[in-house]
């Protein structure tokens, strides 16, 4: 796995739902485990909160959401909206602060406080090499709903800066849904598809006209299948639309027929070789409709795909399989969450900052130390 421009280098959150102080080093490829509402999606969340700073949105509609009016894009808030946005029983405002290392620039890091109460803005800052950069008092004195660091960014003069926000903006939170991409698609091509299948058969349609990436599409596919697999195709459909269909030993398989894994599968793998790939690729709980034998295969294509095209992968995983196929350089980024059941604060850690781990799994299965809870007890 190439080790390229990450889009977040290092992270830290404070008081963010359960989130009450984390501060992670990132890496291309990003894994957490743990049990159900350990905080794995709230790091998720904290993510879609930057996400919608990118985009230039108000404190409230990155918390609360915003309806779809004209040509503005509807946007889901968090779970929970600015009501539970903040730690249980903390006082202190939400605090957030990432860091990249973009080209020509060098590393630039921005830090931003938020208070779901007044949906305001606070103690915004960007730096610059370690250093303070000088904001323009303009953009400093505004109204506080909303951060101005996508407002400042369009102007002609800061313009270097606008690589960092696109890119901590440009997410794509793919969650495939078989249903979806058993339905045909009303457009005939596409570059990206939408976040649940939408536009699938019309994205891989576009994928089997550029060769190259039509070779690797199709090569994960058939490691996947197993009986013989001939070819992907995409059928016409009677009123213009197309279907994504699977040939094998000369029969055609159209997408109704297909398993929920199978077509899950060729959603995350296509979505490495969209024309217009996101800069960050979202996925949760990877091993779902997958059968443990093929996960393997799907943690292959997820280590070997990340850095090209797609920077940066989150992916969150229950499954003790998930992490069987992981190799001891990839546990600096493979992050436990546990949750305290006296504060339920939750807290990330590295597994190869997980005492002992690293040691006990050179001899012992490490998927059996996660099932059994020894990771969770040894913290």
Not at 294 to 307: A, D, N
Request: include cysteine.
């Amino acid at each position: 796995m190439a080790e390229e421009w990450r889009v977040i280098e290092h992270i830290e959150i404070e008081g963010f739902k359960s989130l009450e102080k984390v501060s992670l080093d990132l890496g291309p490829l990003n894994i957490l485990v743990g049990t159900n509402a350990s905080g794995k999606t709230n790091f998720l969340e904290a993510l879609r909160v930057l996400q919608g700073i990118g985009y230039g949105y108000t404190v409230d509609e990155i918390l609360n959401g915003r309806p779809r009016i004209g040509n503005l894009e509807k946007w889901d808030g968090i779970r929970g909206g600015s009501q539970f946005a903040r730690l249980l029983g903390s006082s202190y405002d939400i605090k957030f602060r990432v860091r990249s290392t973009v080209p020509s620039l060098g590393q630039i890091e921005y830090v931003l406080s938020v208070s779901p109460e007044s949906a305001s803005a606070s103690d915004e800052g960007l730096y610059v090499n370690g250093e303070l950069y000088v904001v323009p008092r303009g953009y400093l004195t505004r109204d506080r709903s909303r951060p101005w660091l996508p407002m400042f960014v369009v102007d002609p003069s800061e313009a270097r800066f606008a690589p960092f926000v696109r890119e901590l903006c440009d997410v794509q939170s793919l969650t495939p849904n078989p249903g979806v991409q058993r339905e045909y698609s009303t457009a005939s091509t596409a570059v990206r598809m939408g976040d649940r299948g939408e536009n699938f058969a019309a994205l891989v349609r576009t994928i089997l006209k550029d060769e190259p990436k039509a070779s690797d599409y199709v090569s994960w596919l058939k490691e996947l299948t197993p009986s013989e697999l001939d070819s992907v195709e995409v059928l016409p459909g009677a009123a213009g639309d197309w279907l994504f269909a699977l040939r094998k030993g000369g029969v055609v398989y159209p997408a109704p027929v297909l398993s929920d894994g199978t077509l899950r599968f060729a959603a995350i793998a296509a979505a490495f070789f969209q024309p217009d790939p996101p800069s960050t690729l979202v996925l949760e709980e990877i091993e779902d409709g997958l059968h443990p034998t093929r996960l393997q295969l799907l943690v292959e294509l997820l280590k070997s795909q990340t850095g090209q095209g797609v920077k940066q992968v989150f992916a969150t995983s229950h499954s003790p399989f998930a992490i069987a196929w992981l190799k001891e350089e990839d546990y600096k980024y493979v992050f436990l969450c546990t949750k305290n059941e006296d504060t339920g604060a939750t807290s990330i850690t590295p597994f190869s900052e997980v005492p002992r781990l690293v040691e006990l799994a050179r001899t012992q299965s490490i998927a059996d130390l996660f099932a059994e809870g020894w990771m969770e007890n040894a913290l």
